[in-house]
């Protein structure tokens, strides 16, 4: 059952006693106690298609196949752009409009510190090892007057390399592998990207060559096409007028966040940095190269709303409307919004 939810679900499991669901038609199914023997035919030299039986690398496949087989094609989408755009107004318009996962690098963040596995351990290892340092930086520069360090209120910032397995983690996910995702502001730079989407390969050396044990192995980068965006939508405006939206933003949007006029200013110079214009080394550069400029659309953000979001509906139904959405029921919407 665990191979099976982390295969095609959210991987979490709950035991239930037969009295729970007794009543349910599929009960007497799995009360069935069946011994099987081998068939002659199938001792020698058949060819199973999942020889390792049930594990959660042949339920991903399983999964895979039912998607192919029945055209359930899932919509991956990236919007990209300075602070104050509208990434993120739009990415809930096209989450309510195609009924996919909304992934902001909060959200990735929060699902990091849930995770019970492997990966989780060590990045809370990590987690507490940056709070050490914050900790000892807060008391190098302590006044008598000030409060002790409260670790419980500390959040640092995790290192790129972190959030970069996040991410992955959160895009082979089962909901994203299944309905697809609205990618919204991260990967920031060319170099983010690269480290998402393109993965290392090992070179091997030809046969028969001499394998030096010693020798610093060769990687060439792939694009993993599993999780790629489709479609790259970038918003596009200038500083000034950027800035001029965000002093007009209501003070209740405004408190105890960076959308005042100094933190939307700094932002719009880190952004900049990472993406500067005519560099060809821009996050939108990159999608340009591995999906093609047809699939990239970029936006005025000074458009009015109705005219950004039909620019963003046309370019993702260019081939028709994602052909998933009229075979999902809502019983299979609200299971999918809970992986």
């Known amino acids: 059952m665990t191979a099976i939810s982390e295969g095609i679900g959210s991987g979490a499991t709950q035991e239930v006693s037969i009295a729970e669901v ?3 038609p599929w009960c007497e199914f799995l009360q069935v106690n069946v011994k099987l023997a081998v068939s002659p035919v199938l001792k020698d030299g058949f060819k199973w298609k999942c020889a390792q039986g049930i594990n959660k690398d042949t339920m991903k496949m399983l999964n895979e196949e039912f998607n192919f087989f029945r055209g359930l094609f899932p919509l991956k989408v990236f919007i990209t752009g300075p602070p104050c755009a509208g990434k993120t ?11 996919v996962p909304h992934i902001t690098i909060k959200d990735v963040v929060a699902m990091g510190m849930q995770l019970t ?4 351990d060590r990045l809370q290892e ?5 709070k050490d340092q914050a900790e000892a930086e807060y008391e190098k520069a302590r006044k008598k ?9 500390c959040n640092p910032r ?15 996910s089962a909901g994203c592998m299944n309905k697809g995702f609205i990618l919204d502001g991260f990967p920031r730079s060319k170099e983010d990207a690269k480290h998402v989407f ?8 030809p046969e028969g060559e001499e394998q030096d044990e010693e020798a610093e192995v060769q990687y060439e980068e792939k694009l993993n096409d599993k999780i790629v965006p489709q479609y790259a939508i970038a918003l596009e405006a200038e500083d000034a007028a950027l800035v001029a939206r965000a002093k007009e933003l209501a003070p209740e949007k405004v408190d105890n966040t960076h959308h005042n006029e100094q933190g939307v200013t700094r932002r719009l110079k880190e952004y900049r940095a990472r993406n500067v214009d005519d560099s060809q080394e821009t996050v939108k550069d990159f999608f340009n190269d591995v999906i093609g400029y047809q699939n990239v659309l970029v936006v005025d953000a000074m458009l009015p709303e109705n005219e950004q979001l039909a620019k963003m509906q046309e370019i993702i139904e260019q081939k028709g409307k994602p052909c998933c959405l009229n075979m999902i029921s809502d019983d299979d919407k609200k299971f999918l919004a809970n992986l």
């Open 22 to 24: 007794v009543e349910e």
């Open 89 to 99: 107004f739009f990415a809930q318009k096209l989450v309510e409009q195609y009924g």
């Open 117 to 120: 596995n492997a990966y989780g």
């Open 126 to 130: 990590k987690i507490e090892e940056l």
């Open 145 to 153: 007057k000030d409060p002790d360090f409260d670790r419980a209120k």
């Open 158 to 172: 995790l290192p790129d390399d972190v959030l970069y397995d996040l991410v992955k983690i959160q895009l082979n």
């Open 198 to 205: 393109m993965d290392k390969i090992p070179i091997e050396k």
